[in-house]
């Protein structure tokens, strides 16, 4: 025989807090709060295997149902001492809802039940209490009536209205028990008026229509869109608790309420909730009567805490706080009833929480010695981590949504709205808060990002230059919003009709993607003590390096400062736009030969040696992996006629021939174009002087600090082996010369991107050549999905809708076909080299959910922006703890 019955309280626990896919989660617990003793009215879960098959046989109940339920009602009258139907005690129920996992307000629920002409006269003998009666009849009517009945629920509304209105009175609270008789009456006439049929007064057919209701209520549109945008399976169902009545609303030794067992925003140690006196449940959340607050150090003035208000009840509650806590081990949150100063327990959950609160509970509730370092470690979402590491907005502050894009750096951001890069910095040189606005941004823009407050662009994906350098930047910024247009000549931007000029002010919040009308109210992000804490524990546990990709040395200093341990990117490109600089880049692009390069090449050198000094000054001691150059040419050259005309007469060349120039390197696809090793290849004196700079730069830090530096030079873009040997024997050559040159020497690695499928697929013959790789998974995603990255912000939000694509793959890892291809090469990599360094410096570095896949093909190291880093520790320390 199949239990499909589950009792509960009054010394008879069937069911347990393991039990949640079966008995649903408030069943579970209201059996284990039982179980330990809690003050639970007694009661019966019929389970959730009963939903599931009443939907596969017609909305009909399993045959021995019956049986079962009327045992389980029994258990409840012996544990009680009065009888359902009874006519002078009668036993009162609730009938509620429970999934697997809240579904908080989508599903039905009846209180009352129970109650008919007869038993209602029975109540008021046995409470003595009339108007308490009168009034429990009324809400039972209209509470079965519109849940299970289908009336209405304006309609009882309205009889009230008329009731009050006749007597004169305006509130609930003022009628009185014939009041409330006449209100019952009233409502029991339109009830058959309605539906044809007078309204039910047996109380078993109350109970199998309200448990019906309950079960159909999984179904209703509500439920099945929750469960839509939740990702919970229709095959789950709901149980169906029944539960004896407890009263919050028999008089002033009575109340009900919601609390939590710490502040669920804040994570303070302190009872935290509401409750009401002399009322029923739905009263607390109706607002119809303002809750008041549990603990009276959180009582404001006029306020009357329950601490003060029911000082025995509420030390008992205090008591039951510390239990739950002590036995779930996390925040509760609980909803109780006092009845006649008598605690009851009616549910208790895990409680939401904001990412503040659940760094601090995770953090006390190890120090209180609840939970271990490494249960600390779990219970923090590393997504929300990134919410306090920079400012966010005021949830409390008005605003006006002017469009939507993607969320591409997080974090919030006002200023005034700017078109040009150039704009951005000259007024943030004067002090002004700028928000960057362009359609999309290059690497010529890069000033102007970082002059700028926070970014806006109208195109590109989540991995598009823009989104890709203000993370870096730690800028806020919100990418891709197509809802925006732009027009730089008459510097404006608009949506929907609205328009907002240059100069204006703009807010953005890059964790969202919104974009608001003027400024919003920010909240600073707080690196207490208690982050501080949790990411050493985080780093006891993981397994996985993580090291930061960064260029200057502002981001070294803020990755190191984020706890780094490396740089794992250097893109030395980036380094070329300074204005110092660019001149040279440009001379050396526009020379017809290689002589003429290797002049211009010789006055980058400087500079370039100058950048690597730093970078290893800042990173003492830890590895450093710079990427040779890598994107085609013709991105540092000017575009528009303007800006044609302004550098050949800065660089003295002719404007003829610069455009020629121009149009010559200009590409119909430069990702797939003249890019990476191929430049290295075509022109080998660009990776010379690089190549030399780093180890100029490499022994002078040696030499003066006698702890030489181990740079990892890594060549971009390999598809073949044969272009790493012959990159790789130049790099060596040069180092041999200038080893020879400076006398002193140091040890090195050269290694290669992984970032094209080729690569992958040949990964064990390139590995002859690597000592390591490092897994470019941007461009591995775009070469492997044919998708371009900076193009796709067109469509790709609609595949991810309509779930062609679970998630956006330039932010988590695609396992099955980006992954996979990770995982062979490093496999074929290690079978040649079985100590070769493996790592990822993709955007996905960052993402805890492709860490914990990094870290199940065993990778040595993740290397993401360096605003990320704590982010990346902590998920990579949870992926460890998993993986045991
Ligand atoms: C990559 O392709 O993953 C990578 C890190 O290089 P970039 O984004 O600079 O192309
Ligand atoms: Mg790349």
Not at 87 to 95: A, M, Q
Not at 165 to 193: I, N, Q
Not at 326 to 343: A, C, G, W
Request: with cysteine.
């Amino acid at each position: 025989m199949t239990q499909w019955v589950y009792c509960f309280g009054a010394g008879r626990n069937e069911g347990s807090a393991e039990m949640r896919n079966l008995l649903g989660g408030k069943g579970a617990n209201l059996a284990e709060m039982a179980s330990i003793g809690l003050p639970v009215p007694p009661g019966f879960t019929i389970t959730t295997e009963v939903c599931t098959w009443y939907y596969q046989h017609e909305r009909r109940y399993p045959a021995d149902l019956e049986a079962q339920v009327k045992a389980g009602l029994k258990h409840i009258e012996a544990a009680v001492g009065t009888r359902f139907g009874d006519t002078h005690k009668p036993l009162l129920v609730s009938v509620r809802s429970g999934a697997r996992v809240s579904m908080p307000g989508m599903m039905d629920t009846v209180l009352n039940l129970g109650l008919n002409d007869a038993t209602v006269e029975g109540l008021v003998v046995a409470s003595g209490d009339a108007r308490f009666a009168w009034d429990s009849y009324r809400r039972f009517i209209q509470m079965y009536g519109s849940v299970v009945l289908g009336v209405d629920h304006h309609r009882f509304e309205e009889i009230i209205e008329n009731v009050k209105l006749d007597t004169g009175k305006t509130e609930d609270t003022e009628l009185t028990a014939p009041e409330w008789h006449r209100v019952a009456d009233g409502y029991k006439e339109m009830v058959r008026e309605a539906t044809g049929r007078p309204f039910p007064q047996d109380p078993w057919e109350q109970l199998w229509g309200a448990v019906g209701a309950v079960f159909s209520s999984w179904q209703n549109q509500r439920a099945v869109t929750y469960r839509r945008l939740h990702d919970i399976p229709a095959e789950w169902g709901t149980a169906v608790n029944v539960q004896a009545m407890v009263f919050g609303n028999m008089g002033q030794d009575c109340a009900t309420g919601v609390c939590f067992t710490r502040d669920p925003s804040t994570g303070e140690n302190i009872f935290y909730g509401e409750y009401l006196i002399n009322a029923q449940g739905e009263d607390v959340v109706a607002g119809i009567r303002t809750p008041q607050p549990m603990a009276q150090l959180k009582a404001k003035p006029g306020e009357r805490s329950m601490e003060v208000a029911m000082p025995k009840a509420y030390a008992e509650l205090v008591q039951v706080r510390q239990t739950l806590e002590r036995h779930y081990r996390d925040m509760q949150d609980i909803e109780f009833t006092v009845q006649s100063n008598k605690l009851y327990m009616l549910q208790t959950r895990n409680g939401k929480r904001t990412a503040a609160a659940s760094l601090k509970i995770a953090v006390d509730m190890a120090r209180e010695g609840l939970i271990d370092h490494s249960e600390a470690v779990k219970r923090v979402n590393p997504a929300a981590l990134d919410q306090l590491l920079h400012p966010t907005l005021d949830p409390k502050a008005a605003r006006k949504v002017l469009a939507k894009g993607l969320p591409a750096s997080p974090g919030a951001a006002s200023g005034i709205v700017v078109f040009s890069a150039d704009e951005a910095e000259a007024r943030a040189q004067k002090g002004e808060a700028v928000i960057l606005v362009r359609i999309e941004t290059s690497p010529e823009d890069i000033h102007g990002m970082h002059a700028a407050k926070g970014v806006l662009t109208t195109r590109g994906g989540m991995t598009s230059h823009a989104a890709v350098v203000a993370r870096g930047m730690g800028r806020p910024c919100v990418a891709g919003c197509g809802g925006i247009s732009v027009d730089y000549n008459n510097q404006v931007l608009s949506s929907g009709g609205v328009q907002v000029r240059g100069g204006e002010v703009l807010t953005i919040d890059g964790s969202t993607g919104e974009v608001y009308v003027g400024s919003v109210a920010m909240i600073e992000p707080q690196l207490s003590g208690d982050f501080a804490t949790l990411m050493e524990w985080a780093d006891r546990v993981r397994r996985m390096k993580v090291r930061a990709n960064a260029e200057t040395p502002l981001d070294a200093e803020t990755a190191r400062k984020f706890g780094a341990e490396g740089i794992g990117l250097c893109r030395t490109e980036h380094m070329f736009f300074d204005p110092e600089r660019i001149g040279a880049v440009r001379q050396m692009i526009m020379a017809e030969t290689e002589a003429g390069r290797r002049v211009a090449l010789a006055r980058l050198l400087p500079f370039q040696r100058q950048d690597f000094v730093d970078l290893f000054r800042i990173m003492a001691g830890l590895p450093v992996t710079i990427r040779l150059l890598d994107p085609p040419l013709h991105e540092f050259l000017p575009h528009s006629e303007y800006e044609i005309a302004e550098v050949a007469q800065s660089l003295g060349a002719n404007v003829d021939e610069m455009r020629r120039r121009a149009q010559e390197l200009s590409e119909a696809n430069p990702m797939l174009g003249h890019r990476g090793c191929r430049l290295g290849i075509s022109f080998p004196e660009i990776y010379e002087m690089q190549a030399r700079a780093i180890f100029e730069a490499a022994c002078r830090i040696g030499k003066e600090t006698h702890k030489a530096p181990h740079p990892e030079i890594m060549i971009p873009l390999v598809a073949t082996h044969r272009e790493l040997e012959i990159t790789r024997a130049q790099i060596e050559r040069v180092a041999q010369e200038v080893f020879a040159e400076t006398g002193y020497h140091v040890e090195y690695s050269v290694g290669t991107m992984i970032e094209l499928p080729r690569a992958a697929l040949t990964a064990d013959a390139i590995a002859e050549s690597a000592d390591f790789f490092s897994f470019g998974t941007n461009d591995l995603t775009q070469t492997t999905f044919g998708l371009s990255r900076d193009d796709a912000g067109k469509f790709l939000p609609l595949y991810v809708e309509k779930g062609i694509f679970p998630k956006d793959p330039f932010v988590s890892i695609d396992p099955e076909g980006v992954g996979a291809l990770v995982r062979i090469a490093a496999e074929k990599g290690r079978r040649v080299k079985a100590d070769i360094k493996l790592g990822i410096c993709g955007e996905h570095g960052g993402d805890p959910s492709s860490i914990h896949f990094c870290e199940s093909v065993g990778l040595d190291y993740v290397s993401c922006s360096p605003y990320r880093v704590p982010v990346a520790r902590l998920a990579a320390a949870q992926a460890a703890l998993m993986r045991r």
